[in-house]
């Protein structure tokens, strides 16, 4: 079922057990706009079935945020013009070149070109795997893109990002919402997660001048500005105590900088803070 923003803006929830991130419908006089396309053939048509129940625009644009599986992998069933920036069009290159037969999904687990969820999603939902490949954008573009669907106009640009450093946002400033994919969010390197300390500041500075009220992440749904303040906070004070490879050392100086203890989000960004300074430890080794 489709949450309904405005009279313009749909989105689709996330789905976390499924890995299945938010979907976002934008509405113009003459067109409309998905942002992503879902992590399988069948999320996208399952979006695609909620749409038809709507009285909009046809889809003709479907923008890819970035180059991780459960944000590209539906894009072949909108039968739209498919958007993306010029560094996500290049991390999705092996992409087009896969085969989905479940021999070959093994061997790209096998040597971590995917994660074991992303070949069982594919296997579950994704019919007709022996023809199946990807379709490539139509539209690539560097740093901005404007999109006019009609009296609606999206904004798409490339940002800093704490998750990747292909990060597009869609913001719709007469609606004051901002689609911000996953790129607030954390990211894993040799299976470790961790937050890459020196693009929060930057990222943040990126995403507070969009004069947003709505802000909808790719697995948290949606944020007003108060949730999202507390968040940026709440990040900005771990990062702050976190100066050296030791977890016990970065709560120390939490407690005493902030004059209590660290909310269970907050011990989860002191951790990932850590593990960046351990990851950035061994490249300098």
């Avoid at 690539?140 to 800093?160: A, M, Q, Y």
């Avoid at 597009?168 to 901002?178: G, S």
């Avoid at 990062?239 to 030791?246: D, L, Y």
Wanted: aromatic share 10%; glycine share 4%; charged share 25%.
């Amino acid at each position: 079922m489709l949450n309904q923003l405005s009279e313009s803006i749909y989105y689709l929830s996330n789905q976390n057990d499924k890995e299945r991130p938010t979907l976002g419908l934008v509405c113009g006089d003459k067109y409309s706009l998905v942002v992503d396309a879902g992590n399988s053939v069948q999320h996208a048509r399952d979006f695609l079935h909620e749409i038809e129940k709507l009285n909009v625009p046809p889809v003709k644009y479907v923008v890819i945020t970035h180059a991780h599986w459960d944000h590209f992998l539906g894009m072949n069933e909108y039968g739209a013009t498919i958007i993306m920036n010029s560094l996500t069009s290049q991390k999705m290159n092996d992409w087009w070149n896969y085969s989905y037969d479940d021999r070959s999904l093994q061997e790209y687990v096998d040597s971590k070109k995917m994660n074991t969820l992303c070949m069982e999603t594919i296997q579950h939902e994704i019919p007709d795997r022996d023809t199946f490949q990807l379709s490539h954008p139509d539209i690539i573009f560097e740093k901005s893109l404007h999109v006019d669907l009609g009296n609606k106009v999206c904004v798409l640009e490339t940002i800093r990002s704490t998750h990747t450093d292909d990060s597009t946002i869609v913001y719709i400033p007469d609606e004051k919402v901002i689609f911000l994919g996953d790129s607030a969010y954390n990211t894993t390197t040799n299976s470790l997660y961790h937050i890459k300390q020196d693009k929060l500041l930057p990222m943040i500075e990126d995403i507070q001048q969009y004069d947003a009220v709505h802000f909808l992440l790719g697995h948290e749904s949606i944020c007003d500005v108060e949730e999202m303040d507390t968040y940026w906070r709440e990040l900005v004070s771990a990062n702050n105590a976190v100066k050296s490879t030791s977890l016990e050392e970065a709560i120390e100086r939490f407690e005493a900088a902030n004059d209590r203890i660290a909310n269970d989000n907050e011990l989860f960004f002191l951790q990932g803070f850590v593990n960046d300074q351990l990851l950035q430890s061994k490249v300098t080794e």
